[in-house]
């Protein structure tokens, strides 16, 4: 979910009912029962499964994602969501149809990792987590060179601003912030950056949060820390890479007297480019490790009961995937996405197992790759189990155990008010913060390919975000609870529309 982060620019609706528990005088009787046996603590032991070391973090494609799966396979097995009559793949719970695969290989960093720097004659190495992570499908580094600032590492002549310009980083190791300038209209990506590094002629980079960050940043508790992430360039040549502190990145700047503040503040205000070399050496060296495995999807379904309206589907997923070890640190990925995983798992439950009933069919999918990409999704969207032309709307949750207490949901194609009904009847509507589209997620595919979207995640900061802090003991039961009762009640409005 480096994937819910632009919003800004969306407008803030403010729902407004009921209390914060499952009102009957809202919700129909049947879908109250439901409501009222969501089970926040039964959500933790699958958090603290998923996330365990048991799972070794469930990167993509490797035995230990796939071992997730099983986990997810066998939960709807035993909820009777695989056909009767499907018979498993040899040693899974997956039935054929009803689980989507395909070959990927993945990086993974080695350890050990090290990153030193020199300045003054005096070298300091930086700690791993703390001070930098490489990019985690970084190749392998054994780089020794001179660090070169770039501001927002743009380098696009055609608007004007080229921080590129009367610069030499032939053979130099660039650091650049992430982000771009206030007010700067063109789309800029990681890749774009990396990409106009290695044009230039340099040899690696660095990338940092810079001591300014918008409001939305803070509500989201993006903070100084490095986090893991790919940076997906798809080029024939990607350059060794890492992300490091904004404390660290303030004092490789103050070695020469310059201060980062000032001069993000200046590319921000005036967007004059702040680029300069420094006199600073640095050295990286990691061993980069390539291995090819499979990426499993997981569907399950629960068969619509109305004989017009069971052709119609509805799609209800979470991402599965997470980053595994990477240099010799585990990333157990609780809140990202063990949580939205642990949501999916106790609706699909409640659906199966409460007498609610379904107009309309729902399908529940654990997709992999969505650190990758988006790769399980978008392999979904290819060769969908069920007509996408009959798919309805899909429901996809993320991020769901942290933060304020409120929701955050994101709506292309859906209506507010039926997105706001749904909350009345969970008993959650005061809690819900409604946006527009959210430009990252499994829910992407999906909207590309016309079909409507709403995404789930918990409100408020996720200091814990990509880092090897995001464990099981910092997921909220209450919030998950409230997340799953919200979804749940979101399906079945729209399972049962006329």
């Known amino acids: 979910m480096r994937r819910l982060l632009p919003m800004l620019g969306f407008v803030l609706l403010l729902a407004t009912a009921a209390s914060a528990a499952p009102d009957p005088r809202q919700?129909?009787?049947?879908?109250?029962?439901?409501?009222?046996?969501?089970?926040?603590?039964?959500?933790?032991?699958?958090?603290?499964?998923?996330?365990?070391?048991?799972?070794?973090?469930?990167?993509?494609?490797?035995?230990?994602?796939?071992?997730?799966?099983?986990?997810?396979?066998?939960?709807?097995?035993?909820?009777?969501?695989?056909?009767?009559?499907?018979?498993?793949?040899?040693?899974?719970?997956?039935?054929?149809?009803?689980?989507?695969?395909?070959?990927?290989?993945?990086?993974?960093?080695?350890?050990?990792?090290?990153?030193?720097?020199?300045?003054?004659?005096?070298?300091?190495?930086?700690r791993l987590d703390p001070d930098f992570l490489p990019v985690l499908d970084s190749p392998s580094a054994s780089v020794s060179a001179r660090l070169v600032f770039v501001g927002y590492g743009i380098s696009d002549p055609a608007q004007g601003f080229d921080e590129y310009a009367d610069l030499d980083v032939r053979d130099r190791v660039v650091l650049f912030l992430r982000g771009k300038p206030e007010g700067y209209a063109a789309s800029v990506t990681h890749a774009d950056k990396e990409r106009a590094a290695r044009k230039h002629g340099a040899i690696a980079f660095l990338t940092a949060t810079g001591p300014i960050v918008s409001?939305?940043?803070?509500?989201?508790?993006?903070?100084?820390?490095?986090?893991?992430f790919y940076s997906q360039a798809n080029d024939e040549?990607?350059?060794?890479?890492?992300?490091?502190?904004?404390?660290?990145?303030?004092?490789?700047?103050?070695?020469?007297?310059?201060?980062?503040?000032?001069?993000?503040?200046?590319?921000?205000?005036?967007?004059?480019?702040?680029?300069?070399?420094?006199?600073?050496?640095?050295?990286?060296?990691?061993?980069?490790?390539?291995?090819?495995?499979?990426?499993?999807?997981?569907?399950?379904?629960?068969?619509?009961?109305?004989?017009?309206?069971?052709?119609?589907t509805l799609v209800i997923g979470a991402h599965r995937d997470h980053f595994g070890r990477q240099a010799g640190l585990l990333f157990p990925g609780a809140d990202d996405n063990a949580s939205g995983t642990a949501v999916l798992l106790e609706v699909a439950k409640t659906l199966a197992r409460s007498g609610l009933t379904s107009k309309r069919t729902i399908l529940f999918v654990s997709f992999s790759g969505e650190e990758q990409g988006l790769v399980g999704s978008r392999l979904y969207i290819s060769t969908p189990p069920l007509p996408l032309d009959q798919t309805i709307a899909m429901l996809n949750v993320d991020h769901a155990g942290i933060g304020n207490g409120r929701l955050t949901v994101g709506?292309?194609?859906?209506?507010?008010?039926?997105?706001?009904?749904?909350?009345?009847?969970?008993?959650?509507?005061?809690?819900?913060?409604?946006?527009?589209?959210?430009?990252?997620?499994?829910?992407?595919?999906?909207?590309?390919?016309?079909?409507?979207?709403?995404?789930?995640?918990?409100?408020?900061?996720?200091?814990?975000?990509?880092?090897?802090?995001?464990?099981?003991?910092?997921?909220?039961?209450?919030?998950?609870e409230r997340a799953a009762r919200y979804l749940l009640a979101l399906a079945w409005h729209l399972a049962n529309a006329p």
Do not use: C
Not at 215 to 228: D, H, L
Not at 456 to 467: D, L, N, R
């Open 27 to 126: 919700a129909p009787d049947e879908l109250a029962t439901g409501l009222g046996a969501i089970s926040g603590s039964r959500m933790m032991a699958d958090v603290a499964r998923l996330s365990s070391p048991a799972f070794n973090g469930r990167q993509t494609g490797t035995a230990d994602d796939v071992r997730a799966a099983q986990f997810v396979a066998e939960r709807f097995e035993s909820l009777g969501l695989f056909p009767s009559g499907d018979q498993p793949l040899p040693g899974s719970a997956v039935g054929p149809r009803w689980a989507q695969s395909k070959a990927f290989t993945g990086s993974s960093i080695q350890a050990p990792a090290r990153m030193e720097w020199t300045a003054k004659d005096v070298t300091t190495s930086a």
């Open 237 to 312: 040549r990607p350059l060794p890479g890492a992300w490091i502190s904004t404390d660290l990145a303030e004092q490789l700047l103050a070695v020469d007297g310059r201060s980062l503040r000032e001069a993000q503040e200046r590319l921000n205000r005036q967007r004059t480019p702040q680029s300069v070399p420094t006199n600073v050496s640095l050295h990286l060296a990691w061993d980069s490790r390539r291995e090819a495995g499979t990426l499993v999807n997981v569907v399950g379904t629960i068969p619509g009961q109305d004989p017009v309206l069971r052709d119609r």
């Open 411 to 480: 709506l292309t194609g859906l209506s507010k008010e039926g997105a706001i009904e749904a909350g009345k009847m969970a008993g959650v509507a005061e809690l819900l913060d409604l946006y527009g589209f959210f430009p990252g997620g499994d829910h992407v595919p999906f909207k590309e390919a016309g079909i409507p979207t709403a995404t789930i995640v918990s409100a408020g900061p996720h200091p814990h975000f990509h880092q090897p802090s995001d464990t099981a003991d910092t997921v909220k039961p209450e919030i998950l």
């Open 215 to 228: 409001a939305y940043e803070t509500r989201r508790g993006i903070n100084r820390a490095p986090a893991a």
